[in-house]
C-alpha cells in the first residue's frame, strides 16, 4: 500500500499552509444588498420568452418582481435592473427593504389582475 506522505516530510501541517478564501457573496441584482444563505436564481428574461441568463436575487426581490411585472414587461427590460428601478413601486420596495437583513422575508400580496 502506498504512503499518503512522505516519511520525511511535514504532514502534519499539511492544511495549515492552505488558506481558504471566504466565500464571495454575490449582490442582488435588484436592489444590490449582498445575498444570504438563500440565494435565487433568477432569470431577468423569463425562460417562456427566451431567456437563458441567470442573476442572484433575495427571495423577496424576486417575489416583487413577479407580482408587479408580467414576463412580457420583464422581457422588454431585460438584463437592465436600472429600467426596473424606474418604476416608483421598485423603487420604493427597494428604499424600504435597504436596511433589512440579507435573509429578511416578509409576506407579499397577491398579484392584482
Known amino acids: 500500500m502506498a ?3 512522505s516519511k520525511h516530510g511535514r504532514h502534519d501541517d499539511v492544511h495549515l499552509d492552505e488558506e481558504e478564501a471566504p466565500a464571495v457573496v454575490p449582490p442582488c441584482w435588484l436592489c444590490g444588498r449582498p445575498t ?3 440565494i435565487i ?3 431577468p428574461v423569463p425562460k417562456s420568452r427566451g ?3 441567470v442573476v442572484p436575487m433575495h427571495p423577496i426581490c424576486q417575489q416583487m418582481l413577479i407580482k408587479n411585472f408580467t414576463n412580457s414587461q420583464l422581457q422588454r427590460h431585460g438584463m437592465d435592473a436600472t429600467g426596473l428601478l424606474a418604476d416608483p413601486a421598485v423603487r420604493k420596495f427597494v428604499d424600504w427593504v435597504a436596511n433589512k437583513a440579507p435573509d429578511f422575508t416578509a409576506t407579499m400580496t397577491k398579484k392584482q389582475r
Request: glycine content about 16%; cysteine-free; proline content about 0%.
Open 41 to 43: 436564481w433568477h432569470h
Open 36 to 38: 444570504g444563505e438563500t
Open 51 to 53: 431567456g437563458r441568463d
Open 3 to 5: 504512503r499518503k506522505h
